[in-house]
């Protein structure tokens, strides 16, 4: 005989997932995409295509139009033999989808009229954290859409990093640096979106001070994740050039300055500081520099 250890009213822990609500279900749920042929759950019964709907918590924002393609090509031969899981959706007759949304987009390109569900009274916590369970396991989520999902966790339902790292086989560092991509410039999110980069080059570029530019350089000269580092510490190290303040040139040392260059044929320039100057002169060749010394020895004598 089987007896819970969960109490009434004991608040479910993050990262229970699929196997707290369906103890042995839940790899036939997890293992459904692969369409093998694993006997239905318990309780599991058909129900209308039309009755179900996607759930406002799923992570994912896109899917792989070849992958469902042969997933309903898989479900036009064979049918869908695993179960979608749903929430009663608050309506008469109508389901809310929890896990399986893309079984389900196949399964009306496949033309099924019913499809095999498992109705859970589930509330908003568990279904995000079944939805990013299932995708994440599956890692079917991208960088940006596995962020989303842990900052919603974070800030819906106030898990802390280390609760989500725990719950999912992450490490703490790994949740930090995926939700700190949500605050990357939308140019390099989109490019990420796109997978021009990876989510290496992206977390290498979270410290650099223009993601964007670099990102361009990133992509423009197909730079791995290790030379994007570089490139970013490069950045960071460089120092600006500093702007040389002179001061003002006096107009009576400026005068002096082109009466001596017309004299001595050679740019000369006075620098005047507060206990005097200097006279600097400029020289290309010992010609001059000796024709200079002439001059100069001339009018002493």
């Given at each position: 005989?089987?007896?819970?250890?969960?109490t009434?009213?004991?608040r479910?822990?993050?990262g229970?997932g699929?196997?707290?609500?369906l103890?042995?279900d839940?790899?036939?749920?997890?293992?459904?995409?692969?369409?093998?042929?694993?006997?239905?759950?318990?309780?599991?019964?058909?129900?209308?295509?039309e009755?179900?709907?996607?759930?406002?918590?799923?992570?994912?924002?896109?899917?792989?139009?070849?992958?469902?393609?042969?997933?309903?090509d898989?479900?036009?031969r064979?049918g869908?033999?695993q179960p979608?899981?749903?929430?009663?959706?608050?309506?008469?007759?109508g389901?809310?989808i929890?896990?399986?949304e893309?079984?389900?987009?196949?399964?009306q390109?496949?033309?099924?009229?019913?499809?095999p569900?498992?109705?859970?009274e589930l509330?908003?916590?568990?279904?995000?954290?079944?939805?990013?369970?299932?995708?994440?396991?599956?890692?079917?989520?991208t960088?940006l859409?596995?962020?989303?999902?842990?900052?919603?966790?974070?800030?819906?339902?106030?898990?802390?990093?280390?609760?989500?790292?725990?719950?999912?086989?992450?490490?703490?560092?790994?949740v930090?640096?995926?939700i700190?991509?949500l605050g990357?410039?939308?140019?390099v999110r989109?490019?990420l979106?796109?997978?021009?980069i990876?989510?290496?080059h992206?977390?290498?570029?979270?410290?650099?001070a223009?993601?964007?530019?670099?990102?361009?350089i990133v992509?423009?000269d197909?730079l791995?994740?290790?030379?994007?580092?570089?490139?970013?510490?490069r950045?960071?190290t460089?120092?600006?050039?500093?702007?040389?303040?002179?001061?003002?040139?006096d107009?009576?040392?400026k005068?002096?300055?082109e009466?001596?260059s017309?004299?001595?044929?050679?740019?000369?320039?006075?620098?005047q500081k507060?206990?005097?100057?200097?006279?600097v002169v400029?020289w290309?060749?010992?010609?001059?520099?000796?024709?200079?010394?002439?001059?100069?020895?001339?009018?002493?004598?």
């Open positions: 005989m089987k007896h819970s250890d969960q009434p009213g004991r479910r822990g993050l229970m699929l196997s707290a609500l103890g042995e839940a790899g036939t749920i997890l293992d459904a995409e692969h369409q093998a042929a694993k006997p239905a759950p318990k309780g599991a019964r058909l129900v209308p295509i009755q179900l709907s996607p759930s406002r918590h799923q992570p994912r924002r896109g899917f792989d139009e070849d992958e469902l393609e042969l997933l309903a898989s479900m036009r064979h869908l033999l979608l899981l749903v929430r009663p959706a608050g309506r008469t007759d389901f809310e929890v896990a399986g893309r079984r389900w987009r196949a399964a390109r496949a033309g099924l009229a019913e499809v569900v498992l109705v859970r509330g908003e916590q568990e279904t995000l954290e079944i939805a990013l369970v299932e995708n994440v396991q599956r890692k079917d989520l960088p859409e596995e962020a989303d999902a842990y900052r919603r966790l974070a800030d819906e339902f106030g898990h802390t990093q280390e609760d989500i790292a725990s719950a999912l086989g992450r490490s703490r560092s790994h930090a640096n995926t700190r991509l990357l410039p939308e140019p989109h490019l979106d796109q997978e021009k990876s989510a290496g992206a977390r290498a570029l979270l410290g650099a223009d993601p964007a530019a670099l990102a361009e992509v423009r197909g791995n994740v290790r030379q994007t580092e570089e490139l970013v510490r950045q960071q460089a120092k600006p050039a500093k702007s040389v303040d002179h001061p003002a040139v107009a009576d040392v005068a002096f300055e009466r001596l017309r004299r001595f044929g050679l740019p000369i320039a006075i620098r507060k206990d005097g100057g200097e006279l400029r290309r060749t010992l010609d001059q520099l000796d024709r200079f010394l002439g001059l100069v020895g001339g009018e002493e004598g």
